[in-house]
C-alpha cells in the first residue's frame, strides 16, 4: 500500500494543474465576451507570505524581471483583449490624431489633473477619503530611470480599481471620469471634472509597452499593461511599491524616443504645455553640489609642504594653526550629483484669481512669463475678465509694447497666434482661427474654458459651438480694452477734460494710444475692412492725421465735434505722403472755407474705405473723386451757361484721352484745373497701387478705372484766356495743342501716371520753342561726320594690318622645318 502512496499524490497534483489551467482560460474567454469582469477563483494567496510585507522571493524576482527586460505581459496576469472600437482607433489617434509626439506629456499630465481634481472633490464632503501623510499631497511627480529607460508619472488621485482599469483602458466610449460625473451628476458642481479617455493611448507615440499601476480606496493595488497588440493583461500587485492611493504610469520608451530621458526636455514640455495645471508638477532631477570630504594622504602632504625662509611671525601663526589642525581632521570640496524633487509650474495661474487681488506687478510678470519676453516694458494694457453663461470661461489678454517684425508679413498665411486656448488649465492650442480673428491676432493671452470637452482634436474642436460664443465675448473685451488705451490717455481728452488730466498728474499713460497706434494701427483698419460686425466699434479707434490736427492724431468724434455748420460728409484724400497731400489742389477751396479734410496715407486705407461708408450717420467723400458739394453758390448756373462752349469743345478735343466729361470745378482756388475720378472707381492713389502690383493684370484693370472728369477753374486767368480763343476759332491748332498740354498737367497735379511721357515732353518743348520766339520748323542741327569717318577708316586699316601678320604667323608655324 506504501509503494502506491507517492505515484497516486504525484498523479492528483498534475489533475489539480491542468484543470486549473483551464480554469483560467476559460476565465480569459469569459472576460473577454462579458462586459462586467468577474474575479476568477484562486487556489493559493500568497500561501506563506507575512500580511502586509512587501514580496521578495525568487518568484517576484522572476517576473519583475521578466517584465522589465523582455517587455512582455507577466504570464500570470489575466489577459483580456482591447474592445473593437480600441483596436480600430488606435491607428488613427497615433497617426492623424496625435501627430505631435510632444503631447503625450501633456495628456498623462492632464488626466493625472483630473484623477486629482476627482478625489479633492469627494474630500469636500469626505476629508478621509485623503487618507494620512503623503496622502493628503495632491501633487503630479515625474521620474526618469535613464539605465531602463523608463518615464514614471504618479499622482494621488482617486485611482482605479480592476474594474476601473479594464472598462477605462480597454473602451473608448466609458472613462472613469464620465461614469463619475453621471454617478454624481445631482450632487454638486463638477465644472473641474475632466474626462479620461482617447489621450491616454498617446503613450504608445514613444512606449511599445506601458504599465498602469494603480490604487483606489475601494479596492486593492493593480497593474495593467499592454504592448498595444490588441490586449491587455491585469494582475494584482505584490511586488511594486504600495502607492496608498492614485496611479503611476510607466512608459518603457522606444529606441526612437531616447531625447525623452532628457531632463531639459521634459521640463520645457511641462513649462509650454502644462505649466498653468492646477497642481504642483514636480521632477526628479539631477544637480551638483559641493561636498566636504576627507582629504588624501597625497593632498595632505603637499599642504604640510612650507617654503624654506619664512619670518618669525609667520612662524608663530603656523605653529598656532598647525595645533589647531591637530584638533581637525583635513577635508577637501568634490562636486557630487544628487536628486531631488524639482517643482517645474511656478508660475501661478493668475486668471483664476480675483482681478482685485492680482497686483500690477504681477500681471507683468505674467505676461513675460506667457509671452516668452524677458524685457523690462510692461504691457500696454490688459484684461482679465470671468465669462458666465451658456459657456463659462476666464480670460487674460495683453496688448504687446511692441508689434513682431513679421505681423503682416504673413498675415494670411500663418496659423499660429499668440493667444492659447486651454481647457481646464492644461494647454490645446494657439492656432485657433475661431478663438481670435487675425487682424486682433497681435493679442497676447489665454482663454481658459471648463465648457469645451478635453479629450479630443483641434480639428475637431474648431467645430464646437461653444467657440462662437467664446470668441464673441473675448473680441468685446478686446476692443474696449484697446478703447480704455485712448480714454485714459491725456493726448486723447478732449478740451474740456485736458485740465483735469494734466493737474492728476498721470504722465505714465501720456501717448499710450499713439504708441498703441503706431504699431498695431493697421490692424484695426483690417478690422474694419474683415469684420462687418464690430466695424463701428473699430471705426472708433481710427486714428490719422488731418488739415486741423497740427501733426497730431484725431479720431472721429474728434472731426464730426469740428464739422463746420451744414457740413453733411466727413472730408478725406489718399495719396502716398502727407506732404504731398498737404499742397494737393483738391484741397484749395476747402482749406480756404474752413473745412478739414483727413489724410489717409497707408495703402490699406484705399481698401479701408471701400468698406467704412458712413460713420455716425456722416457719409464720407473723397474729395478728389465727383460728389464733391460745398453749399449752392447763386452765379453756378450763370457761369456754366457761359462756359459751356469751352467745356463743349474741350470735350471733343479730349475725346482720344478717355476723358468722360469737361465741368466747371466748385473745390479749385489757384489752379486752373484737375482731374477727378468717379464715385466708385479708383482714385488715382488706387491706380497707382495696384500697377504697383507685381502680379498685376492691365487688361482687368482698365474695368476698375475710375471714369476721368475734367474740372476747370472759371476763375483762373489761363481757362479765361483759353475761352476767349476758342470763341474766336475753335480749329486754331495752337490753342488745341495749349488744351491737350493743361489736361495732361493736371493729370499729373492730380496724382495720375502719364500714358505717353514722351508726347507730354514733345508738347513742353513745343510751348517753350512758342515762348522764346523759334520757329516751329527750326530743327535741330546736325553733327559733323567727317572726323568720326576718318577714324573708322583709321580703324580699319589697322586692322587688316593685324589681321595679315597674324595669318603669316599662322603659315609659319604650319609649315615643317628643315634639319641642319
Known amino acids: 500500500m506504501g509503494k502506491w502512496t507517492i505515484p497516486s499524490a504525484l498523479?492528483?497534483?498534475?489533475?489539480?494543474?491542468?484543470?486549473?489551467?483551464?480554469?483560467?482560460?476559460?476565465?480569459a474567454n469569459a472576460e473577454g465576451d462579458s462586459k462586467d469582469p468577474v474575479n476568477p477563483p484562486k487556489v493559493e494567496d500568497r500561501l506563506g507570505a507575512v500580511p502586509g510585507g512587501s514580496a521578495t522571493d525568487s518568484d517576484v524576482v522572476r517576473r519583475e524581471a521578466e517584465s522589465i527586460s523582455?517587455?512582455?505581459?507577466?504570464?500570470?496576469?489575466?489577459?483580456?483583449?482591447?474592445?473593437?472600437?480600441?483596436?480600430?482607433?488606435?491607428?488613427?489617434?497615433?497617426?492623424?490624431?496625435?501627430?505631435?509626439?510632444?503631447?503625450?506629456?501633456?495628456?498623462?499630465?492632464?488626466?493625472?489633473?483630473?484623477?486629482?481634481?476627482?478625489?479633492?472633490?469627494?474630500?469636500?464632503?469626505?476629508?478621509?477619503?485623503?487618507?494620512?501623510?503623503?496622502?493628503?499631497?495632491l501633487d503630479i511627480q515625474i521620474k526618469l530611470d535613464k539605465e531602463k529607460k523608463i518615464l514614471s508619472i504618479r499622482d494621488r488621485g482617486i485611482g482605479m480599481t480592476k474594474e476601473d482599469l479594464i472598462k477605462n483602458?480597454?473602451?473608448?466610449?466609458?472613462?472613469?471620469?464620465?461614469?463619475?460625473?453621471?454617478?454624481?451628476?445631482?450632487?454638486?458642481d463638477l465644472n473641474l471634472i475632466g474626462q479620461f479617455g482617447v489621450g491616454f493611448y498617446s503613450v504608445y507615440l514613444v512606449a511599445d509597452y506601458v504599465e498602469v499601476i494603480s490604487k483606489n480606496n475601494d479596492d486593492k493595488q493593480y497593474v495593467w499593461e499592454s504592448k498595444a497588440d490588441g490586449a491587455f493583461a491585469i494582475s494584482e500587485d505584490t511586488w511594486n511599491e504600495p502607492l496608498g492611493r492614485g496611479t503611476e504610469i510607466r512608459l518603457h520608451l522606444r529606441d526612437d524616443a531616447g531625447e525623452y530621458m532628457d531632463e531639459s526636455k521634459l521640463k520645457d514640455l511641462v513649462k509650454k504645455y502644462s505649466e498653468f495645471i492646477n497642481f504642483p508638477i514636480s521632477l526628479w532631477a539631477s544637480k551638483e553640489i559641493d561636498v566636504e570630504v576627507p582629504a588624501d594622504e597625497e593632498d595632505s602632504s603637499d599642504e604640510e609642504d612650507k617654503p624654506e625662509s619664512t619670518t618669525e611671525e609667520e612662524e608663530d601663526s603656523e605653529k598656532g594653526e598647525d595645533e589647531d589642525s591637530e584638533d581637525k581632521p583635513k577635508t577637501k570640496t568634490v562636486k557630487e550629483t544628487v536628486h531631488e524633487w524639482e517643482l517645474l509650474n511656478d508660475v501661478k495661474a493668475i486668471w483664476l484669481r480675483s482681478p482685485k487681488d492680482v497686483t500690477e506687478e504681477e500681471y507683468t510678470k505674467f505676461y513675460h512669463s506667457l509671452a516668452k519676453d524677458f524685457g523690462d516694458e510692461k504691457p500696454l494694457s490688459w484684461s482679465h475678465f470671468t465669462a458666465e453663461g451658456d459657456v463659462e470661461f476666464k480670460a487674460v489678454l495683453f496688448v504687446p509694447p511692441k508689434a513682431p517684425q513679421d505681423l503682416y508679413e504673413s498675415y494670411y498665411n500663418a496659423n499660429k497666434s499668440n493667444f492659447k486656448l486651454y481647457v481646464r488649465r492644461v494647454f490645446i492650442s494657439d492656432e485657433f482661427d475661431e478663438l481670435l480673428p487675425k487682424y486682433l491676432n497681435f493679442l497676447m493671452?489665454?482663454?481658459?474654458?471648463?465648457?469645451?470637452?478635453?479629450?479630443?482634436?483641434?480639428?475637431?474642436?474648431?467645430?464646437?459651438?461653444?467657440?462662437?460664443?467664446?470668441?464673441?465675448?473675448?473680441?468685446?473685451?478686446?476692443?474696449?480694452?484697446?478703447?480704455?488705451?485712448?480714454?485714459?490717455?491725456?493726448?486723447?481728452?478732449?478740451?474740456?477734460?485736458?485740465?483735469?488730466?494734466?493737474?492728476?498728474?498721470?504722465?505714465?499713460?501720456k501717448g499710450q494710444y499713439a504708441k498703441f497706434w503706431n504699431e498695431f494701427g493697421k490692424s484695426i483698419k483690417l478690422?474694419?475692412?474683415?469684420?462687418?460686425?464690430?466695424?463701428?466699434?473699430?471705426?472708433?479707434?481710427?486714428?490719422?492725421?488731418?488739415?486741423?490736427?497740427?501733426?497730431?492724431?484725431?479720431?472721429?468724434?474728434?472731426?464730426?465735434?469740428?464739422?463746420?455748420?451744414?457740413?453733411?460728409?466727413?472730408?478725406?484724400?489718399t495719396g502716398p505722403n502727407k506732404e504731398q497731400l498737404e499742397n494737393s489742389p483738391f484741397l484749395e477751396r476747402l482749406k480756404k472755407k474752413g473745412y478739414e479734410v483727413i489724410f489717409f496715407t497707408d495703402p490699406v486705407d484705399e481698401y479701408l474705405m471701400q468698406y467704412l461708408m458712413d460713420y455716425e450717420d456722416k457719409k464720407f467723400q473723397n474729395v478728389s473723386k465727383e460728389g464733391l458739394k460745398l453749399g449752392k453758390e447763386s452765379k453756378d448756373k450763370e457761369v456754366k451757361e457761359s462756359f459751356k462752349e469751352l467745356t463743349k469743345w474741350w470735350k471733343g478735343s479730349l475725346a482720344s484721352e478717355n476723358v468722360d466729361d469737361v465741368k466747371i470745378s466748385n473745390r479749385l482756388d489757384n489752379t486752373p484745373c484737375v482731374v477727378v475720378t468717379s464715385k466708385f472707381g479708383w482714385s488715382s492713389n488706387m491706380e497707382r497701387i495696384m500697377q504697383a502690383q507685381t502680379l498685376s493684370d492691365a487688361k482687368k484693370q482698365a474695368y476698375m478705372r475710375g471714369k476721368r472728369v475734367l474740372e476747370i477753374n472759371p476763375r483762373h486767368p489761363i481757362i479765361k484766356e483759353l475761352r476767349e480763343r476758342v470763341v474766336k476759332d475753335p480749329e486754331d491748332q495752337n490753342v488745341k495743342q495749349t488744351a491737350h498740354l493743361i489736361y495732361q498737367t493736371a493729370l499729373m497735379e492730380s496724382g495720375f501716371m502719364l500714358s505717353d511721357p514722351k508726347d507730354f515732353a514733345s508738347?513742353?518743348?513745343?510751348?517753350?520753342?512758342?515762348?522764346?520766339n523759334i520757329s516751329p520748323e527750326a530743327s535741330v542741327e546736325e553733327e559733323d561726320d567727317v572726323e568720326e569717318t576718318e577714324a573708322a577708316e583709321a580703324d580699319t586699316k589697322e586692322a587688316s594690318a593685324s589681321s595679315k601678320g597674324d595669318s603669316k604667323a599662322t603659315k609659319e608655324e604650319t609649315e615643317p622645318k628643315d634639319e641642319l
Do not use: W
Not at 471620469?177 to 454617478?183: G, L, N
Not at 464673441?472 to 480694452?481: G, T, W
Not at 492725421?545 to 469740428?562: C, F, M, N, P, V
Not at 508738347?763 to 522764346?772: E, H
Open 527 to 573: 478690422g474694419i475692412i474683415e469684420d462687418a460686425t464690430n466695424r463701428n466699434r473699430l471705426a472708433k479707434l481710427l486714428r490719422f492725421e488731418s488739415t486741423k490736427s497740427d501733426g497730431k492724431l484725431a479720431s472721429l468724434d474728434q472731426y464730426i465735434s469740428r464739422m463746420k455748420s451744414g457740413q453733411k460728409d466727413i472730408f478725406y484724400i
Open 70 to 137: 523582455k517587455k512582455s505581459l507577466r504570464s500570470d496576469a489575466e489577459k483580456f483583449q482591447f474592445q473593437a472600437e480600441v483596436s480600430r482607433l488606435m491607428d488613427i489617434i497615433i497617426n492623424s490624431l496625435y501627430s505631435n509626439k510632444d503631447i503625450f506629456l501633456r495628456e498623462l499630465i492632464s488626466n493625472a489633473s483630473d484623477a486629482l481634481d476627482k478625489i479633492r472633490f469627494l474630500a469636500l464632503t469626505d476629508k478621509e477619503v485623503l487618507g494620512e501623510g503623503d496622502n493628503t499631497k
Open 445 to 509: 493671452g489665454l482663454v481658459d474654458s471648463d465648457t469645451l470637452p478635453l479629450n479630443v482634436s483641434r480639428e475637431m474642436l474648431q467645430q464646437h459651438s461653444s467657440l462662437k460664443t467664446i470668441k464673441k465675448k473675448l473680441i468685446r473685451k478686446a476692443l474696449d480694452m484697446i478703447r480704455k488705451i485712448a480714454e485714459e490717455d491725456p493726448d486723447e481728452a478732449k478740451d474740456k477734460d485736458q485740465k483735469d488730466v494734466e493737474e492728476s498728474g498721470d504722465n505714465e499713460k
Open 763 to 772: 508738347r513742353i518743348y513745343s510751348s517753350v520753342k512758342t515762348s522764346l
Open 169 to 188: 483602458l480597454g473602451t473608448i466610449a466609458k472613462s472613469g471620469t464620465s461614469a463619475f460625473v453621471e454617478k454624481m451628476q445631482t450632487s454638486g
Open 11 to 27: 498523479l492528483l497534483l498534475c489533475l489539480l494543474s491542468i484543470i486549473s489551467d483551464q480554469g483560467r482560460n476559460l476565465h
